[in-house]
């Protein structure tokens, strides 16, 4: 018996590991008697045994009663996850005997991010990008129109017209890097990467561009006695692209002639934790939950005058979701502003 047992559960493990959706086998209790590694995934490790009910919080999932129903055979509803990826999940029941269901978890989390990702990238260009269209069409009728105006004129219409053409431009590389990480933000990276070489990158880069001339960054690696790499599950180029933000920031928002500190830390041997420090005007406490939503600016004449496009950290936020990584800011008005991102660690 026991013999048959295990060679049931092995031929479940195998058929779950093929199945991209989730795979429950309940008992009539509601207890998890099987669940596959998508699954796990979905509603975390360690299901078995566990009631489902725990798990999948739903008015609409009630084994007992659906079991004790002969009409209804099959059921489906759709789910959302109370967590960071608010993933949605479209869940089917099946009665397999009076005591036993499955229950197939498919996830509807990519198609309802296209469908946001639509909406939003049609409301952000319609109305982002009519404010330089407008002044751009504003310039050109006036150049085209009036045959007597003088050269320096020209030449200072056409710097405003090649700047807010820049300006376009950034919005929509901007526009379009959301539009990928939001999309994607489920999705957690297939790849390792050591936390330190993106960051030393970015360093680096802006050394050599000049950017950072005024503003040292000074890296401070508190794990160099560590035994243990710093290894996370990471994109090489999204990393790289959270670093170069925050460090542009800090280097723009901070007052000239000030360091930039990035320091690293191990707290414990889960996570580690890299903090971005600057000195400048700070944020006021009022807007630190708003930094990272689109197009949220603090001071927008100031934003506009650096190139910001207000997309920057909401970018960040959403690289950082996909990464399984925490975003905490605090500042001190006329001190320091401070980000601090934890990663989970893994071993190599």
Same mark, same amino acid.
């Given at each position: 018996?026991?013999?048959?047992?295990?060679?049931?559960?092995?031929?479940?493990?195998?058929?779950?590991?093929?199945?991209?959706?989730?795979?429950?086998?309940?008992?009539?209790?509601?207890?998890?008697?099987?669940?596959?590694?998508?699954?796990?995934?979905?509603? #975390?490790?360690?299901? %078995?045994?566990?009631?489902?009910?725990?798990?999948i919080k739903s008015k609409d999932l009630n084994i007992s009663r659906f079991l004790k129903t002969d009409k209804e055979i099959d059921k489906e509803f759709s789910f959302q996850m109370d967590d960071?990826?608010?993933? /949605?999940?479209?869940?089917?029941?099946?009665?397999?005997?009076?005591?036993?269901?499955?229950?197939?978890?498919?996830?509807?989390?990519?198609?309802?991010? $296209?469908?946001?990702?639509?909406?939003?990238?049609?409301?952000?260009?319609?109305?982002?990008?009519? %404010?330089?269209?407008?002044?751009?069409? #504003? @310039?050109?009728?006036?150049l085209l129109s009036d045959k007597a105006i003088d050269i320096k004129s020209r030449h200072k219409f056409l710097k405003i017209m090649d700047e807010e053409a820049k300006r376009m431009n950034r919005l929509i590389d901007?526009?379009?890097?959301? /539009?990928?990480?939001?999309?994607?933000?489920?999705?957690?990276? *297939?790849? *390792?990467?050591?936390?330190?070489?993106?960051?030393?990158?970015?360093?680096?880069?802006?050394?050599? /561009? #000049?950017?950072?001339?005024?503003?040292?960054?000074?890296?401070?690696?508190?794990? +160099?006695?560590?035994?243990?790499?710093? &290894?996370?599950?990471?994109? &090489?180029?999204?990393?790289?692209?959270?670093?170069?933000?925050? @460090?542009?920031?800090?280097?723009? &928002?901070?007052?000239?002639?000030?360091?930039?500190?990035?320091?690293?830390?191990?707290?414990?041997?889960?996570?580690?934790?890299?903090?971005?420090?600057?000195?400048?005007?700070?944020?006021?406490?009022? &807007?630190?939950?708003?930094?990272?939503?689109?197009?949220?600016?603090?001071?927008?004449?100031?934003?506009?005058?650096?190139?910001?496009?207000?997309?920057?950290?909401?970018?960040?936020?959403?690289?950082?979701?996909?990464?399984?990584?925490? $975003?905490?800011?605090? *500042?001190?008005?006329?001190?320091?502003?401070?980000?601090?991102?934890?990663?989970? +660690?893994?071993?190599?």
């Amino acid at each position: 018996m026991s013999q048959n047992i295990d060679k049931l559960n092995n031929a479940l493990n195998q058929i779950g590991d093929l199945m991209d959706d989730g795979f429950l086998l309940v008992d009539k209790h509601g207890n998890i008697q099987f669940a596959n590694s998508s699954a796990e995934e979905f509603l #975390g490790k360690e299901l %078995s045994r566990r009631n489902v009910t725990e798990v999948i919080k739903s008015k609409d999932l009630n084994i007992s009663r659906f079991l004790k129903t002969d009409k209804e055979i099959d059921k489906e509803f759709s789910f959302q996850m109370d967590d960071d990826l608010k993933r /949605s999940l479209s869940i089917k029941i099946k009665k397999l005997s009076n005591e036993l269901v499955v229950i197939l978890l498919l996830d509807m989390t990519l198609q309802r991010n $296209l469908e946001k990702v639509r909406r939003d990238f049609v409301s952000n260009v319609s109305h982002e990008l009519r %404010s330089p269209l407008t002044i751009l069409v #504003g @310039f050109i009728e006036t150049l085209l129109s009036d045959k007597a105006i003088d050269i320096k004129s020209r030449h200072k219409f056409l710097k405003i017209m090649d700047e807010e053409a820049k300006r376009m431009n950034r919005l929509i590389d901007d526009i379009l890097s959301l /539009s990928k990480v939001e999309t994607e933000e489920h999705i957690t990276p *297939s790849t *390792s990467i050591s936390i330190l070489d993106p960051i030393k990158s970015v360093i680096s880069s802006l050394d050599e /561009s #000049g950017l950072s001339k005024n503003n040292k960054i000074s890296l401070v690696d508190k794990t +160099l006695n560590e035994d243990r790499p710093l &290894y996370i599950i990471g994109n &090489y180029d999204e990393i790289t692209q959270v670093f170069t933000n925050l @460090f542009e920031n800090a280097i723009k &928002y901070g007052f000239e002639k000030s360091d930039i500190f990035v320091n690293i830390t191990k707290p414990n041997g889960k996570e580690v934790v890299v903090e971005v420090i600057n000195e400048g005007e700070g944020i006021p406490t009022k &807007y630190l939950e708003r930094l990272t939503e689109r197009f949220f600016r603090v001071d927008k004449a100031r934003s506009r005058k650096i190139g910001g496009t207000g997309l920057g950290l909401a970018i960040v936020k959403h690289i950082l979701i996909r990464h399984r990584a925490s $975003l905490t800011i605090d *500042s001190e008005l006329n001190k320091k502003t401070s980000f601090k991102i934890k990663f989970p +660690l893994i071993k190599h």
